[in-house]
């Protein structure tokens, strides 16, 4: 294989009697049969004999504000999306759709903090900044061009007609977040709803968390679908979201693994998400799983290879906002992304690093008033929103100090060694990593990561020799340091949790140290579709293509781990 992104041909099949299409169809149609075949009865009967009583009743209230939402989120992002693809036609309809959704959770988090102390952050104020953007693109409209939908796309689609059908269904009959430790937020978000005004330092009415635990961008951003979407209740405008925010989940998903090694890699990544719990978590709506989407969003743009300045400045505005919706989970983000630039340091990049540094800087200065909530620091108005306008400014101006600058990365040596480590940590994982059994839980994510890291340094050191042996150029290749640093951060983070969490007297700091184990149980499963989906990609592309997809899909949907140990941990079917 010497192209290092792992692509396939782009062209849609045409649909005959004979079509791979159909041959396609009727083989998932057949593992869907033996999945259901393979269920026991006890599963069976949670699908059959569920109780639907009442359902009709619930529906009449999460009906019309799921149509609210979703179209206010929907006509929210497309307004921004024309405006980045006016600005930026080459940022493609898809990275705009990205950024135009994602865009609208940015806004709420910095428009939050604007507004909200003033009481604007209102029906009125957000529609009136809908329609000056719209009369914007009224006036000078961008142009669409839809290119053919590419293999890793039709995989995000195949993803997309798995998960979204019982989403839709658990979404309409959930009146409430299906899960009880999420009240706080949508809580904080009522607040803001009902009084029209958002006080940071006292936005706490559900009384149960201490302020380290507030989820600010979160609460803004349910506030803001509430209020944009007419929707009174803070629950209902939680509970609207969860369809959205698992499609955007799953387009952040393909766009990181496009980014980090090409379009299959990136669909075959959205497919593994149903071996990781965050289908599952996802519509608790708590800032634990959401800020997955952010993170997805803010590392796809920061390590797309095209450094274009548009990308970059929503890579950096969405680590921010990750941050402040969930600050372990953001931190992990933004920790994956620094501690790749100290790769590109290593590889005498020096200007690109210090631009990367400065925009992670800026990113940080946007996220700074999350920290001073949970510390409760309190400043006055408009100290906060100041504080994340010179943020933004220096996300800015760093995006345009690194955009067009190639990343050469010489340092290659470096990111094989961490690899090796980590592919030795995930295969063999001697004690005392995983404290939470992560080979019981997620055996095909962890093994698929251990040999798809392998599989990298393998196929990366015979591309080199062969271009060396060629006199060639080195062919473009997978950023090996990217993915295998977002698994080492977790390594890291966890293990010096484990050690040092007992040693602090302070039995709060104590919950707080060990919290960093339980949220790395969410980020150790994302993080190892990447390398799993490198190792699958690579089978589809030099093997078979349907073989490939078919194992995949037994691997996944067949129940096979209930019938091998039923007492084994359901983190994961697969």
Known sequence: MDAAHIDGPSSMPKVTARSPFLIDAALIVLIAAISIAGLTRGQLDMITVSPWTGFGTVLMETGPAAIKVWTFWAVSAAIIAGLLLRARPALGPLDAAIGGLAGVWIFAYVGGNLLGPIGLLRFWTV???????AYRLWQSPPKLEWPPLSPGQRLVLLTCTFALPTLVILQ???????FMDIFATPAAAQRIITFGRYLPFSNDPYGYWDASSQLPGLELFYALLGIGSATSLGLLADTGAIVPMTVLFILGTYR??????????????????FATILFRVMPFGHGRSTAFVLVAIGLAFFFDEERDRLRLTIAGLA????????AIIGALGMATAATTVLLWIVSGEIVSALAAIGLLAGATIVALPTLLIGLKIVVPYPVLPAIQLVGIAVVWWSARWLEGRPMRDRSFWLAWLFALWAAYILLRHPSPFFPKNHPGRFPLLLYGAGVGLLFMVGLDFVRMLRARRAGAPRPPRPQVGAITMAIVVGIIVESVAERVWLSFPDPSAQTAIHDLVDKVDYWYPFVFTLPTAYLAAWLSTNVSRRATLMAVLLILFIPWRDHIDPNQPKGSNA
């Open 256 to 273: 990181l693994g496009k980014a980090l090694a090409g379009d299959l890699v990136g669909g075959m990544a959205t497919l593994f998400l």
């Open 172 to 178: 309409l009959g959930s009146p409430v977040p299906p």
């Open 319 to 326: 680590l921010a906002t990750a941050v402040a919706s969930h």
């Open 127 to 133: 529609w009136a900044l809908l329609a000056v953007g």
